[in-house]
């Protein structure tokens, strides 16, 4: 057989084989295969942290069923405390044990500390993020520092916490008050809805100065776009999005979450650019409310020229406060009353810490919530065993690096299971039970310092919002359990719904019945 014999053979069989879809199929497959391994190939020789295999195409999504932190803490059980997932074309590093946690929020923050379109949030940075011009989904840069800066300097201080308590303590007597009328009924309260109305109210009025949640509220165009937009934003936010994990699904957008993100981002703009053109006039007419009158966008409108603040940037802010500042304050909320109906005891314990502090003649102060240890335990316990964000938003590292002796290549996604660290027998002595007890004499504190318990996150990138949380969901349990006695449910149901928050999937209804005096409660029910 001659040269010319063969080359026709191979002709005719590539013929024959080319005009089976099968074929094709295979080869597709198999180059797809052959790309997807070629990341792989530059790292041998590397020790790569060990983790479940990883395909073609989709990574390793056939191994994260049910709700991903308890499929991420199963698989690391197997796999260990620094694990390698794929996810679609992304390498995830997932974090599961306190020291490895320590050495990437502490030692190596300083290169773990990006976030950005780089990480599987590709469409969220860019619609969510407005182009990562907010904080949850900037890179590490100048322009996240001077955002996370004026966080702490202009709108998280102290001083300017305690000039806006008395917005909380206004929002929380609507609170109370509706919980009366509830039980003036002898009708349960369905709380999410109420716990997400505080929230919200308090978020909007710190930032903006309205309003939107309340009988009272009067129906405007305004008030219904910021309803239904926020309906949209919160059904949408954390959804896995295949076009962003799978490169060839990229211009299909098969779900649609492009597209509804493109919309939201487009709604925002026009929400908020509004607001701040209100404030901005009012600036320009010399109406300016005085120093700790301010609300967020005057002062972020004060240090526009000076931080070289754009719009957009106001915007993407606002837009990550109420993401970042409601929800998961309403939802550690529900997961404080959960507890107390299972556990009356405890309830009372925490009302006679109360009664012994305050009487029964006033309401609960902000001040006071310094000096209630045991509710302070029971809030630690909450974030403990309900972490409501019970995985932290994804970081990268621009650069190789290294994390528990492995080597981790560069632009990886890295997560940090703290839900995991909070439930590790490890740490915590019979972690799923519920026992505030366990932090009474302990100095155990949730601001990052203690890394088997990290529900704000810790270092660069930790939660910039830690004490306007953690007073929201202190001050409002003391005012609750000092205000009414919720009817005990030992067998309310705690079934876990994650879709960034970590949920009830059964939304909790709660008997009050009121326990002070009529005067001490404001009348208000707004
Ligand atoms: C119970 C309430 C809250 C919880 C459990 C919570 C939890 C978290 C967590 C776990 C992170 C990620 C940290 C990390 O990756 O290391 C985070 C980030 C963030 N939080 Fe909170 N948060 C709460 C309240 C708030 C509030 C009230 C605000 C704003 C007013 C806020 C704004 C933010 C922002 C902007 C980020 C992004 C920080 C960055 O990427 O640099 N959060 N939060």
């Not at 005719?12 to 497959?29: C, T």
């Not at 295969?33 to 790569?48: D, E, I």
């Not at 102060?365 to 403990?384: M, S, W």
């Amino acid at each position: 057989m001659d040269i010319v014999d063969i080359g026709q053979r191979l002709g005719s069989v590539a013929f024959e084989l080319s005009s089976q879809p099968r074929v094709w199929l295979a080869f597709l497959f198999a180059a797809a295969a052959w790309l997807m391994s070629m990341p792989y190939l530059r790292f041998v020789g590397k020790k790569l942290p060990p983790g479940p295999p990883v395909w073609p195409v989709l990574g390793s999504l056939a191994y994260l069923g049910g709700e991903l932190h308890h499929a991420l803490w199963g698989l690391s059980k197997k796999y260990g405390d620094v694990m390698r997932v794929g996810l679609g074309q992304y390498t995830l590093i997932v974090v599961s044990s306190a020291d490895i946690a320590e050495e990437l929020m502490r030692k190596r923050d300083s290169e773990f500390c990006h976030r950005s379109g780089r990480t599987i949030q590709r469409s969220a940075a860019k619609y969510v993020g407005f182009d990562s011009m907010d904080i949850a989904f900037s890179e590490y840069n100048p322009h996240l520092r001077m955002l996370r800066k004026l966080c702490t300097s202009e709108l998280f201080t102290l001083s300017r916490l305690h000039a806006s308590a008395k917005v909380r303590t206004g929002e929380l007597e609507v609170l109370l008050g509706n919980f009366r009328k509830y039980s003036e009924k002898g009708e349960a309260i369905e709380v999410r809805e109420y716990f997400h109305s505080l929230t919200m109210n308090i978020m909007c009025l710190m930032m903006f100065g309205k309003r939107y949640y309340g009988e009272d509220v009067p129906v405007t165009a305004e008030l219904n776009n910021f309803k239904s937009l926020i309906i949209d934003v919160f059904d949408n936010v954390g959804r896995l999005n295949l076009a962003d994990l799978v490169w060839c699904m990229r211009p299909f957008d098969l779900q649609g979450i492009n597209k509804k993100w493109k919309q939201i981002r487009g709604r925002c703009e026009k929400l908020f650019g509004l607001i701040i053109e209100e404030h901005r006039l009012r600036r320009i007419e010399g109406k300016t409310l005085k120093d700790d009158k301010d609300d967020f966008v005057d002062v972020l409108l004060s240090c526009q020229a000076s931080d070289n603040l754009s719009d957009k940037a106001i915007i993407a802010l606002l837009s990550n406060m109420v993401l970042g500042g409601t929800d998961t304050t309403a939802t550690t909320l529900e997961w404080c009353m959960v507890e107390i109906v299972r556990n009356p005891l405890m309830m009372q314990r925490m009302q006679e810490e109360v009664d012994a502090l305050v009487g029964k003649e006033r309401g609960v102060e902000e001040a006071d919530v310094a000096q209630l240890p045991y509710l302070t335990a029971f809030v630690k316990e909450i974030f403990r065993l309900h972490t409501p964000v019970p995985i932290t938003l994804p970081r990268l590292n621009e650069s190789a690096s290294s994390l528990g002796g492995f080597y981790i290549p560069p632009e990886c996604t890295i997560f940090v299971n703290t839900y995991a660290m909070a439930h590790d027998e490890r740490y915590w002595d019979r972690p799923l039970e519920f026992n505030p007890d366990r932090f009474l004499g302990s100095n155990i504190n949730l601001v990052g310092n203690d890394f088997q318990l990290v529900p704000f996150g810790s270092g660069r990138r930790k939660c910039v919002g830690i004490a306007l949380g953690m007073t929201m969901v202190q001050r409002t349990l003391a005012a609750l359990v000092h205000s009414f006695d919720f009817a005990p449910q030992p067998q309310a149901s705690i079934s876990e719904s994650y879709l960034l928050v970590l949920r009830n999937s059964i939304p909790l209804k709660v008997e009050a019945t009121p326990r002070l005096p009529a005067h001490v409660y404001h009348t208000t029910t707004l």
